[in-house]
Every structure is written in C-alpha cells, then in structure tokens.
Nanobody
Framework: QVQLVESGGGLVQPGGSLRLSCTSS????????MGWYRQAPGKQRELVAK???????TYTDSVKGRFTISRDNAKNTVYLEMSSLKPEDTAAYYC??????????????WGQGTQVTVSS
C-alpha cells in the first residue's frame, strides 16, 4: 500500500522560513508529478507548487520567489522550502503524488496534511 507522509510544519513568525518534506513509501514502480497544495479555513484547496519527474516546476503566483519545490527521486521525497512567510500562507499543506504502483497501477495519492501557521 502506498503512503505519503509529510513533516516539517509548525508555527513561524512573519518573514520566517520552514521546510516541508513528503516521503512516499510502498510498492512503488515510478513517481511522476509531485506537488504541494494548501487549504486555509473556509477556502478551497489550491495548488502551491508542483514538480514533474523531469524537474519542471510550476508555482502559484502568490509564492513565486519565496517558495522552492524540489525532489529527491532516490528517496521518493519532495520538499517545499518556504521563506519570507506571510500570515496569508497559514494553511494545512498537503502533499500529492502521481504514482505507478505494483498494486493499483497509476493513481493519485495524498498525504495527511501538515499545518503551517504564520503569526507573531
């Protein structure tokens, strides 16, 4: 069974930095696009950033220049480096991955979410 486990969330002051990690485990044959989404209270879940298997990246406009997504294919892990954090970045952050597994074929998977709170 494929699982995505996130870590790295927490409370940070405005202007601060955090690094999120998400590791995929299970009987994985290949991982395609990996991404980070976020959902603030009362709002819809939105894409923050994504990275393809080839390393191409996409960012939502509000985080460009502040967040960096990367991946370590040997570790089945995707990272989100967040800097110059703002209160409006406060949300639950969710990892997403497009995975080809031995048991389910190609499917979309989500992590359980990690809370990021930006407040003084």
């Amino acid at each position: 069974q494929v699982q995505l486990v996130e870590s790295g969330g927490g409370l940070v002051q405005p202007g601060g930095s955090l690094r999120l990690s998400c590791t995929s485990s299970g009987r994985i044959f290949s991982i395609y696009t990996m991404g980070w989404y976020r959902q603030a209270p009362g709002k819809q879940r939105e894409l923050v950033a994504k990275i393809t298997g080839g390393g191409s990246t996409t960012y939502t406009d509000s985080v460009k220049g502040r967040f960096t997504i990367s991946r370590d294919n040997a570790k089945n892990t995707v990272y989100l480096e967040m800097s110059s954090l703002k209160p409006e970045d406060t949300a639950a952050y969710y990892c997403n991955a497009d995975i080809l597994s031995y048991s389910r074929g190609r499917s979309d998977y989500w992590g359980q979410g990690t809370q990021v709170t930006v407040s003084s």
